[in-house]
């Protein structure tokens, strides 16, 4: 079997009852074909950065599970019927990484202005080539 995870971003504007039934639904699915249901990691409402069928704004949800190929196909194929689903992204699940969702807190800009820029040292390069290679 191999792990998977999927990140799922829905409709904001469909009822919570739907979006749960639907992660019902997928781990449902899992463990009817012999897989293992990992976790759920619900990132909450975003900003998207463009509008995805006019909505600004969409629910994430992480999921991670072990299934076989199979298992994946015919969850990636309910995902595509939903209409609560914006966007999903299926991919294998990297052993020992840690994804999480991103900080709500934007990083200071007034520390990273006040700061005075570093200086990029220039390159040395043993020789320049200014020729082509047809010029000889």
């Known amino acids: 079997m191999t792990t998977y995870e999927i990140l799922l971003l829905l409709d904001p504007e469909q009822a919570e009852a739907h979006q749960e039934d639907l992660i019902a639904r997928l781990r449902?699915?899992?463990e009817a074909a012999g897989?293992?249901?990992r976790s759920h990691d619900s990132w909450g409402?975003?900003?998207l950065a463009y509008e995805i069928q006019k909505k600004a704004e969409g629910v994430y949800h992480l999921i991670v599970?072990?299934?076989n190929p199979e298992t994946l196909d015919e969850i990636v194929r309910v995902?595509?019927?939903d209409d609560a689903v914006l966007r999903q992204m299926a991919t294998k699940h990297i052993e020992g990484s840690r994804t999480s969702a991103p900080r709500e807190e934007p990083a200071p800009v007034a520390?990273?202005?006040?700061?005075?820029p570093?200086?990029?040292p220039t390159p040395d390069y043993a020789e320049s080539n200014t020729r082509s290679d047809e010029e000889e």
């Open 111 to 116: 520390a990273a202005a006040a700061a005075p």
């Open 118 to 120: 570093a200086a990029v």
């Open 65 to 67: 599970f072990e299934s």
């Open 45 to 47: 409402r975003r900003r």
């Open 28 to 30: 449902s699915l899992v």
């Open 79 to 81: 995902l595509k019927i």
């Open 35 to 37: 897989g293992t249901w």
